[in-house]
């Protein structure tokens, strides 16, 4: 069966610091990938999404990057973090054309 | 792109009543749509799902409604429990690819 992980589950982080989330994807291959943000009481913003190993589509301009460097691995980055970079950061999958867009548990990033 | 909201941030119900969550989008476009139930700390877990060419389909106690012509999707929940409290988000696909989600409404049973 797919699973999907993702880690850390939380993460405090000073300002000016780098970060990096990752999140793979087990049982299946080519899978559409995707970060979503969720800020506090808030609904859920398409940061990132990749249909496939080095493609990835921005949403929203930001101050966070994104990679595939595998099929079923994404990674969540940033040279230097803000304050306002705080929130849950969730990663899903699905496959194309197909139901079942699933989410990971998030990381619950905290930016001091 | 895609507007999603929500008609109301908060719905209160009695245990054991009825609840209607309701969602509306903008992108006559869009060919896909999900409830998802989201717990506190927790990602979002799948609830039910239709697609365009369909205006109902109904699950475990859960029933959604889609209307394309206003562009409208419900949430029905039957026999509200305590463990359905949670903030519920609808979620609008297009080509498959890309999804939006409304920011939510929390769901608040009454014992």
């Known amino acids: 069966s797919q699973t999907i992980h993702q880690w850390p589950a939380t993460l405090v982080q000073p300002v000016g610091s780098p970060l990096s989330l990752e999140c793979t994807v087990e049982?299946?291959?080519?899978?559409?990938l995707y970060w979503y943000r969720q800020a506090a009481g808030r609904g859920l913003q398409l940061l990132f999404y990749s249909v496939g190993i080095g493609q990835i589509s921005s949403e929203v301009p930001q101050n966070l990057s994104a990679s595939r460097p595998q099929d079923r691995q994404f990674i969540l980055s940033s040279k230097k973090l803000l304050l306002s970079d705080s929130g849950f950061y969730l990663c899903?999958?699905?496959?194309?054309?197909?139901?079942?867009?699933?989410f990971g548990s998030g990381t619950r990033l905290t930016v001091v | 792109g895609e507007s999603v909201g929500l008609h109301l941030p908060t719905l209160s119900v009695q245990e054991g009543d009825n609840s209607i969550i309701n969602c509306a989008y903008s992108?006559?476009?869009?060919?896909?749509f999900i409830w998802y139930k989201q717990e506190s700390g927790k990602g979002p877990q799948f609830i039910i799902d239709i697609r365009s060419n369909m205006d109902k389909r109904q699950g475990q106690r859960v029933t959604v409604l889609l209307n394309k012509t206003v562009k409208h999707l419900s949430l029905q929940i039957a026999a509200t429990q305590p463990g359905d409290s949670a903030v519920y988000f609808c979620?609008?696909?297009?080509?498959?690819?890309?999804?939006?989600f409304g920011s939510g409404t929390k769901l608040n049973v009454k014992p």
């Open positions: 979620a609008v696909i297009y080509n498959f690819n890309k999804f939006y």
């Open positions: 049982g299946t291959s080519n899978p559409n």
């Open positions: 992108n006559s476009a869009s060919d896909y």
């Open positions: 899903a999958w699905s496959v194309q054309g197909l139901t079942g867009y699933t």
